[in-house]
């Protein structure tokens, strides 16, 4: 089991910054990667950036150059740092974590997934933190 708590979501002026926290505890013996989703009502959760055990990261094109997600050494914390915030990045902000390793296979060849974007390779969420940014 994974628990995860977000904070540090709230209102800010377009161009503006936020970081986004989240506490990460239970079960770390097997967690493969950990990640940042948003939800904007009406729409799917989409990735934004993902961290692996080895510090991989992968950073979604929409927030490429703009977002920066990272940790403390032990990945007990995990942060987004959101820089020239868009109204366009309203949305509810969750934190995920993958509890197992995840693989995927094309062409007969599997390998061990890193960091995902992916909702459907992450089986643990935090309750969100709402981020609205105006113009």
């Known amino acids: 089991q994974v628990h995860l708590v977000e904070s540090g979501g709230g209102s800010v002026q377009a161009g503006g910054s936020l970081r986004l926290s989240c506490v990460v505890s239970g079960d770390t013996y097997d967690r493969a990667f950990l990640g940042w989703f948003r939800q904007t009502p009406g729409k799917g959760r989409e990735g934004v950036a993902s961290l692996g055990p080895n510090g991989d990261t992968s950073i979604a094109d929409f927030v490429k150059g703009r977002f920066t997600i990272s940790s403390d050494n032990a990945q007990t914390t995990l942060y987004l740092q959101m820089n020239s915030l868009e109204p366009e990045d309203t949305a509810m902000y969750y934190c995920?974590?993958?509890?197992?390793?995840?693989?995927?296979?094309?062409?007969?060849?599997?390998?061990?997934?890193?960091?995902?974007?992916?909702?459907?390779?992450?089986?643990?969420w935090g309750q969100g933190t709402q981020v609205t940014v105006s113009s």
């Open positions: 995920a974590a993958r509890l197992g390793k995840q693989t995927r296979c094309s062409g007969g060849i599997c390998s061990t997934v890193r960091t995902s974007l992916v909702v459907d390779e992450y089986n643990y």
